[in-house]
């Protein structure tokens, strides 16, 4: 019976995060898509899900530069339409397209895609590759579970809800015209208590690292607010960009909020570490002795959080540095001044992201030990003067 009191004493309030979370994905996703603008073609593009039955035929073809093959292939049409089942011939070039140069030629069994043309003739698109995607997140999936028993569970969960805020929530807003700054802002909001208080529980540890996590992030987004206008960014770091611009020409992103939100939105995730690491150690710590001092816990916190604070950063910067990899690679194969490489705007956004993160981090570990430990200190404690003194003098 004691048990079940406990159970549903903890249980409440995590039902109510769920359902907290779940009205906010509802009802924000309501408000966010009133008004979306999705861009259209004139003429539909119609895409298919095939698999390749057989080569049908191969084509050699010869010019005074180069040789290169068309293959023709029989495949079934697997999506579900009016198409479905249809067998349908396509062509598949080993010139053509600069990217199709680089994939292999289809065999049987393969799963591709294929487009539908208005003069009525199937063209090789892509390789249908998701499947396997899939397959190794479930095997992650599995495995967080099988190890991490109910914080696997808890953290797939809050992964989840996460991404359904991004793309639910804040991506329709964009597309609707809204203002990026506060979306973007709510958004991660959303996503920290969500987060932390799904895989933690709703006690004082989860508490103190969402307020940490919170200041951490309203840090990030004041520095990315005032350095962008310093800066003088356009927003325009990528041809998408010049895209968007095009498609929204009657009612134009703004590109820098657009930034401002990647940078945020990027950086919860590693502020999130911090406030956790810090709120979870202090709180073993208090559990172990509960009449630690407030002073003595808001130094523990300090000194936990420098030490974290090192591997932290690395893995912001490497994690940027990993995903600029191939743009790296061409501004320094094609430039050799390092000045010159180091002002142009996508490089300028990319050392934004990592430094702003590690503001972002930086503020996160004093807020969360300060927080830790107003909320884990013992009520009544006596602190001397002499206890006072010392600790400043430390």
């Known amino acids: 019976m004691v048990k079940f ?21 509802f009802f924000g996703n309501r408000i966010a898509t009133r008004g979306m603008f999705v861009y259209t073609y004139d003429n539909e593009i119609i895409t298919q899900q095939a698999r390749v039955r057989y080569l049908a035929d191969v084509t050699d073809h010869y010019s005074a530069f180069d040789e290169w093959q068309i293959f023709v292939f029989d495949a079934e049409v697997t999506t579900r339409g009016e198409y479905r089942g249809d067998i349908v011939r396509f062509i598949q070039n080993t010139r053509g397209f600069f990217y199709e140069r680089f994939v292999r030629v289809a065999e049987p069994g393969d799963r591709i895609m294929l487009t539908l043309l208005d003069s009525g003739e199937w063209i090789f698109v892509d390789y249908v590759r998701i499947h396997n995607i899939a397959v190794l997140g479930v ?3 599995l495995l967080l579970v099988l190890f991490g028993r109910g914080k696997g569970v808890t953290s797939v969960l809050s992964l989840l809800l996460t991404c359904l805020g991004v793309f639910l929530v804040f991506i329709p807003s964009v597309l609707s015209g809204r203002n990026i700054y506060i979306w973007s802002i709510v958004v991660c909001i959303y996503a920290i208590i969500t987060a932390i208080y799904v895989i933690n529980g709703v006690n004082k540890k989860s508490a103190a690292a969402v307020i940490g996590c919170l200041g951490g992030v309203l840090a990030a987004g004041v520095v990315t607010f005032i350095m962008s206008l310093f800066l003088e960014l356009t927003g325009i770091i990528q041809s998408e960009s010049r895209i968007l611009l095009q498609i929204f020409e009657d009612n134009p992103i703004d590109l820098n909020a657009i930034i401002f939100a990647g940078i945020i939105i990027g950086a919860v995730g590693a502020i999130m570490d911090m406030a956790v690491s810090i709120a979870s150690a202090l709180w073993e710590l208090k559990e172990k002795m509960p009449d630690t001092t407030f002073f003595d816990l808001f130094r523990s916190g300090i000194n936990i959080g420098k030490d974290i604070l090192g591997s932290s950063m690395n893995t912001l910067v490497l994690a940027y540095i990993g995903s600029s990899l191939t743009m790296l690679l061409f501004l320094l194969s094609h430039f050799n001044s390092v000045l010159r490489i180091l002002n142009r705007e996508l490089v300028l956004v990319e050392l934004l992201q990592a430094i702003v993160g590690g503001f972002g981090i930086f503020l996160t570990m004093p807020l969360t030990a300060l927080v830790c430990a107003l909320l884990f200190a013992k009520r009544g404690t006596p602190v001397t003067r002499m206890e006072e003194e010392e600790w400043i003098s430390r």
């Open 5 to 25: 009191d406990n159970w549903v004493v903890k249980g409440i309030p995590y039902i109510l995060v769920l359902l907290c979370a779940g009205l906010f994905l």
């Open 139 to 141: 095997v992650f999936v």
